[in-house]
């Protein structure tokens, strides 16, 4: 069936291309119907065409040269280097030789594109090879480059892939799509290990694979993949909607169990997933307590990755397609809408979001094609659930920063590498600049450095007001010349006996990593003040100071048990939450657009789930359903 319709739209194109286009190939990569030619300048030259073609069959289309047309490496690179301007800062150029694609790595790649995609036109008409731009960090970034080697030297294995997937999606739809349904696997009812199957009579799709990382067994820690209705051969697609490990922290265990299909998610999303999925493997193996996966399913994981931008429509199976809008929690998280058969049903996955601007990012999204079925998160759904406003936050915070610099102490922020942390730095680095608190070294201890980088990467993803800065003025407030990183143990002790400064150091929590130790340094010593700005579970280190205990016993540099007296300024600042409150939540299902038929609530406490739910139906008549993990619901 698949080639049938393969041959129906190799039909179509070859009609609609001037007689001059010479076609070699046209083939299915996954969602895509890639168009190999003999000369690519003639649909260079008309990228009308291209699209109208492409809107027409419905389909994503990339226009690629045949192999007997391309330029020797070399002389590609040397013409490059004449067509690029220098001020592109081009820091490395490789050739990707299954896709007939080269890749440019600029620090500048808007120069590499060109006004209106002058240049890189230019580059195909002369060389033959379709140029892929990827922008250098300004901060050098590990994870980032281990990705984009994995996915360059796995490019065989992820065309042959691509392929086989190409085949499935474009199949005639078998069944009638006269119902489609829900299954709960996990964080329905609680926050943690985020897991819903999504059931169509001809689709199977995984929305979300997380993990509950305070989950002291199994059964609490892993989502419900033992359900009757779950089977991994079955399984035709993966979405992921952001990086936290409450979403992405399980999905290498589907490589390990034998799944084979492609995963969805953002560019931003599949880097920083690599980074905390690495990570969390890491810490494991560390406390001795091993992961039942490993690196080598990460990097599995990463060959079968499909990304997508914002915005753009992608069949994911034969009567699925997906289209990814901004959510506003940290970079990259995408929610979900899905078309389900040819506009039989649609359904918004929200993800975790957060419904206001922040420094860092735009508001979540709440105009959408179409939505019958909403499922929406329900963190801080509960009616007291009420944070103070951005600038309260910011402003409560550089007070106590300003009181304890000015008493000669030293801030600790204890701090979630992803979101929070860069949030903070955007706010310190703008109060520095203007002169609104001293200018003392502000130290990124841990993962932060490693997760800016990536945050770097793609200014696309951030804020306007942060594009501008980036774009506009020249100015990137992440490459500060007052952040300093912080590499070993030695420096560390250098900041704990020097002068006043302001630390940034994971974990967020004071479960473990830099922050625990720079806690221990400084505790003692009543000029120092540490300050939350993040969510402390029950039970964790952090929750205990918070709380107030004044005697902590831990565990010392010798390997013993000492007790650390709490007497520096401990301060808890409300209101720089990723998650939208109680509020924001509200006034996302008044302002969603359509309005669905139904509101499914997830990811919140069993009363802040109910709370929420009883509020949205009173206020706007709206059916409001609240299953528990194991409960499958009928969407249509």
């Known amino acids: 069936m698949a080639s049938e319709s393969l041959e129906d739209i190799k039909k179509t194109i070859n009609e609609r291309l001037p007689e001059k286009v010479q076609v070699a190939k046209i083939e299915f990569e996954g969602p895509q119907v890639v168009i190999y030619t003999k000369n690519p300048e003639i649909i260079t030259d008309n990228g009308d065409l291209v699209r109208n073609l492409a809107k027409d069959l419905r389909k994503r289309m990339i226009i690629r040269s045949d192999k007997s047309v391309l330029m020797e490496p070399e002389k590609t690179i040397e013409t490059i280097n ?39 036109r230019d580059i195909v008409r002369k060389t033959g090879w379709a140029p892929k731009i ?5 901060i050098k970034s590990e994870i980032i480059g281990r990705v984009r080697n994995t996915i360059l030297s796995s490019s065989k294995e992820r065309k042959k892939n691509l392929t086989e997937l190409g085949s499935r999606i474009h199949q005639s739809v078998k069944y009638d799509n006269d119902w489609a349904r829900l299954t709960s696997m996990g964080g329905f009812k609680e926050v943690g290990r985020s897991c819903m199957l999504l059931q169509t009579p001809n689709s199977r799709v995984l929305l ?8 002291p067994d199994e059964k609490t820690a892993f989502p419900f993949l033992n359900v009757p209705e779950f089977s991994i051969q079955d399984l035709d697609a993966v979405i992921i909607s952001h990086a936290h490990l409450d979403h992405c922290g399980f999905l290498p265990y589907l490589y390990h169990y034998g799944y084979e299909g492609p995963v969805y998610c953002t560019t931003p999303t599949r880097d920083l997933m690599t980074l905390l999925q690495l990570d969390h493997i890491d810490i494991a193996h560390r406390e001795d307590n091993p992961l039942p996966f490993n690196v080598k399913h990460v990097q599995k994981e990463l060959k079968h990755s499909i990304t997508l931008d914002y915005g753009e429509v992608t ?45 860092l990012l735009e508001p979540a999204t709440t105009r959408f094609p179409r939505s019958e079925s909403l499922v929406m998160e329900s963190t801080y759904g509960g009616h007291e659930d009420v944070q103070p406003s951005r600038n309260k936050a910011e402003k409560e915070l550089m007070k106590t920063i300003y009181q304890t610099l000015n008493r000669g102490g030293k801030v600790l922020v204890p701090v979630f590498a992803v979101g929070r942390a860069q949030e903070l730095m955007i706010v310190l680095e703008e109060y520095m600049r203007q002169g609104m608190i001293d200018e003392v070294p502000i130290y990124i201890d841990g993962m932060i450095w490693e997760a800016t980088a990536i945050h770097t990467a793609r200014p696309e993803y951030l804020s306007k007001d942060l594009r501008d800065q980036i774009f506009h003025m020249g100015r ?52 120092n003040a540490i300050v939350f700005v993040g969510y402390q579970s029950e ?26 007296n709490v007497r520096m300024q401990v301060k808890t600042v409300e209101g720089f939450s990723g998650h939208s409150n109680r509020r924001q939540l509200m006034e996302f299902a008044k302002r969603i657009h359509p309005r669905p038929d139904k509101i499914i609530m997830c990811h919140g406490d069993p009363y802040k789930t109910v709370d929420l739910a009883s509020s949205v139906h009173r206020s706007y008549k709206i059916e409001t359903k609240t299953p528990l993990n194991l409960e499958a619901t009928r969407l249509q």
């Not at 800062?89 to 500048?108: C, G, M, P, R, Y």
């Not at 964790?540 to 540099?557: A, F, T, V, Y």
Request: proline share 4%.
């Open 134 to 138: 990827l922008r250098t960090p300004p």
């Open 208 to 215: 979300d694979c997380g993990v509950n990382v305070a989950g």
């Open 82 to 120: 004449q067509i690029v301007p220098e001020d592109a800062h081009i820091t490395n150029v490789s050739f990707d030789d299954v896709t007939n694609e080269v890749i440019i790595e600029a620090q500048k790649p808007g120069l590499v594109i060109g006004k209106y995609g002058v240049t890189s």
């Open 315 to 359: 069949d994911i199976t034969t009567d699925i397609k997906l289209t990814f809008h901004n959510a506003g929690h940290i970079l990259g998280s995408a929610m979900s809408h899905l078309h389900i058969g040819d506009g039989a049903h649609n359904m918004v996955y929200t993800g975790d979001f957060k419904y206001e601007r922040s420094r």
């Open 539 to 564: 039970g964790s280190l952090g929750r205990r100071i918070q709380k107030g205990m004044k005697e902590i016993p831990l565990e010392n540099d010798e390997g013993r048990t000492q007790v650390y």
């Open 476 to 527: 990137n407030p992440f490459v500060s010349d007052y952040f300093v990183k912080v590499q070993n143990i030695n420096e560390r002790k250098d900041i704990v006996e020097g002068d006043p400064c302001i630390i940034l150091s994971t974990s967020g929590m004071l479960t473990g990593g830099n922050s625990v130790q720079y806690f221990k340094w400084l505790s003692e010593d009543e000029r």
